[in-house]
């Protein structure tokens, strides 16, 4: 099944930037006790998925439920992840326990990735 990822060519350029721009920034920074890290989400439930979900929906014929499970099964968790999910990594890395990880490009994407960063 393909998606719509054509709509996403700036955003995924942009990503690449980000993905740079933190790994040299977080190294100048961090003997000043500053950790940068980038959190790089797969398929999150979020309204911008739905949207491209909708999008396929529209498209095919097909129901939100269907677009939805078939999206998911490309997911290795087999699902999407969560709001709270990707808040809960946020909120550690923002904590005292995660001041030795610095410069890291963290997936958060079930799975999803079949690369090496």
Known sequence: MRFPCA????????????????????RQVAGKGVTINNLLPGIHAT????????AVVRA??????????????TIPAGRYGTVAEFG???AF???????????????????ATNATL
Do not use: K, P, W, Y
């Open 88 to 90: 809960a990594t946020c």
């Open 47 to 54: 309204d911008r998925a739905i949207a491209l979900d909708g």
């Open 60 to 73: 095919r014929g097909i129901t939100m439920e269907d677009a939805i499970a078939e999206r998911s099964a």
């Open 93 to 111: 890395l923002c904590s005292r326990h995660a001041g030795f990880i610095v410069g890291q490009n963290i997936l958060l994407d079930g799975g």
């Open 7 to 26: 709509v996403l060519g700036l955003s995924n350029t942009a990503r690449a930037g980000l993905t740079g721009f933190v790994a040299g920034t977080a």
